[in-house]
Nanobody, 125 residues
Framework: QVQLVESGGGLVQAGGSLRLSCLVS????????MGWFRQAPGKEREFVTG????????DYADSVKGRFTISRDNVKNMVNLQMNSLKPEDTAVYYC??????????????????WGQGTQVTVSS
């Protein structure tokens, strides 16, 4: 059974930084494409960033480009999200997700097979 567990969320002031981590167990992590999505109160879940199995290719939503960085460690079975210059509009529950497919866009939520329980990120103004 594949399990994804996020950590690292919390409360931070605008302009600050947080680092989220997602530990994957029970599956072939190095074969998964990984993504981070977020859901703010009253809004639909949206794509934040994704990374291919090799880590060579990444994709970012325009709203986080230049501020967020995704990375992965295929030895530790972990994917990380470094979030800098945080804004109040980044406040959301952040979800880690794993995709078993090998191609296509990283942005489509329905393509992901496994999801974590989410971690809350709150950015105060």
């Amino acid at each position: 059974q594949v399990q994804l567990v996020e950590s690292g969320g919390g409360l931070v002031q605008a302009g600050g930084s947080l680092r989220l981590s997602c530990l994957v167990s029970g599956g072939a992590f190095s074969h998964y494409r990984m993504g981070w999505f977020r859901q703010a109160p009253g809004k639909e879940r949206e794509f934040v960033t994704g990374i291919t199995w090799s880590g060579v290719s990444t994709d970012y939503a325009d709203s986080v480009k230049g501020r967020f960085t995704i990375s992965r460690d295929n030895v530790k079975n972990m994917v990380n999200l470094q979030m800098n210059s945080l804004k109040p509009e980044d406040t959301a529950v952040y979800y880690c997700a794993a995709d078993r497919s090998f191609g296509g866009t990283l942005r489509i939520e329905k393509e992901y097979d496994y999801w974590g329980q989410g971690t809350q990120v709150t950015v105060s103004s």
